[in-house]
């Protein structure tokens, strides 16, 4: 991966922040933080986008209109107070803000490097105009933090973060997903606060609203691919893979979000409400091209991901400890969160057919 930094901010957006722990944070590699990913780029080149061109025009018309063009500048709206916050949310919120940027700029880096690699002239201009609106959501989350006297260092990033490889279809699955679910949490916080000004308790709310129409657009796109190849979700072995990857963002998520018990307190956002309603909305709008959702309303749901995020409490705690002990106790909670992911995983899941159109639009 040759991802040059500078060109993947033709914006002018600073690189300059010196490496930090926050960069320090967003360099880790966990299995819940944000990775990097890298694929196959000649195969996803071949993507023949025929079956679907009329859809196809149509939304890459939409995204080179670029609604959003104007929409990441900060206003006289953007009323940031750092010094005001009580250091435990800022702590978790500082958190929050860095794992978002991470996966924002995850997108980014993927997109930019399709682009580059490809000689698909459909294939290229979707994932340029991608990398486009991630490299803008990542520039405006970093701009946020800056101001808290933090920053991620993106282009060490692209440099120092491990690449983690998955074949094209597994990009396909997981990315539809991440832009699905990153549609979902965006807007139902933006909702939320809607309802709830008070709570708004940092300005970089108020921009999810047009932020998540961009994500859902993405999304749209990863639809599109899929629907080009049929088998891609109807076969088997394919539908056990979408299974798969569905139980291990939901799970991700909930964990993650159950680490940050300041930040949703000073939302006034209760973590398993909010949680299951993202899923709910992901379910949803993901039966589009996905011939199941997973039944987050079954009686071994809920109780399986407070067990999972129980083990995943205790690996931390192991690590921590670390020496034999914390080897030992890492060990056994890591056996834990497998046992528990496979309780999850056996859920039976609610079956769909496919829809014959694929698109939708962001109406939540
Ligand atoms: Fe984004
Ligand atoms: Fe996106």
């Not at 549609?183 to 921009?207: D, G, M, N, S, V």
């Not at 205790?314 to 080897?327: F, P, W, Y």
């Not at 039976?348 to 109406?363: F, N, Q, W, Y």
Request: glycine share 4%; charged share 30%; proline share 5%.
């Amino acid at each position: 991966m040759n991802a040059n930094p500078k060109d993947l901010f033709p914006e002018d957006i600073d690189l300059s922040t010196p490496v930090t722990d926050t960069t320090a944070m967003a360099t880790e590699t966990t299995l819940l933080n944000p990775r990097f990913y890298t694929t196959d780029f000649d195969e996803m080149d071949k993507i023949d986008v025929t079956p679907v061109r009329a859809d196809w025009d149509k939304l890459i018309g939409q995204m080179k209109s670029d609604p959003n063009k104007g929409h990441f500048k900060k206003n006289a709206e953007w009323d940031a107070d750092w010094d005001g916050m009580d250091p435990k949310l800022k702590r978790e919120f500082i958190d929050f803000l860095v794992s978002s940027c991470t996966a924002e700029f995850s997108g980014c880096v993927l997109y930019k490097e399709m682009k580059r690699r490809g000689a698909n002239p459909d294939i290229c201009e979707l994932f340029g105009l991608m990398a486009r609106d991630e490299a803008r959501h990542a520039g405006f989350i970093n701009d946020a933090l800056r101001e808290a006297g933090v920053a991620v260092n993106l282009g060490f990033l692209t440099k120092a973060k491990k690449y983690t490889y998955f074949r094209p279809k597994f990009i396909y699955y997981a990315t539809y997903l991440s832009e699905k679910i990153g549609y979902a949490r965006y807007i139902t916080i933006f909702r939320h606060l809607e309802r709830h000004p008070e709570q708004r308790f940092h300005p970089i709310f108020k921009w999810f609203r047009e932020w998540c129409n961009d994500e859902f657009s993405h999304g749209e796109a990863f639809a599109l691919i899929m629907k080009t190849d049929p088998k891609l979700t109807t076969s088997f072995v394919n539908k056990l893979y979408i299974k798969f990857f569905l139980t291990a963002v939901y799970m991700t998520m909930w964990v993650r979000d159950h680490a940050r018990p300041e930040f949703h307190k000073a939302l006034n956002v209760d973590i398993d409400w909010y949680d299951q309603e993202v899923f709910r909305i992901t379910s949803e709008i993901s039966l589009q091209i996905f011939p199941m959702e997973l039944d987050i309303q079954h009686k071994r749901w809920r109780p399986n991901l407070d067990r999972m995020n129980r083990a995943f409490i205790a690996m931390d705690a192991a690590k921590r400890r670390g020496g034999i002990g914390g080897k030992l106790a890492g060990w056994v909670a890591a056996a834990s969160a497998a046992r528990t992911f496979v309780a999850l995983y056996s859920i039976p899941a609610i079956k769909h057919d496919l829809p014959a159109s694929v698109r939708l639009e962001p109406t939540y």
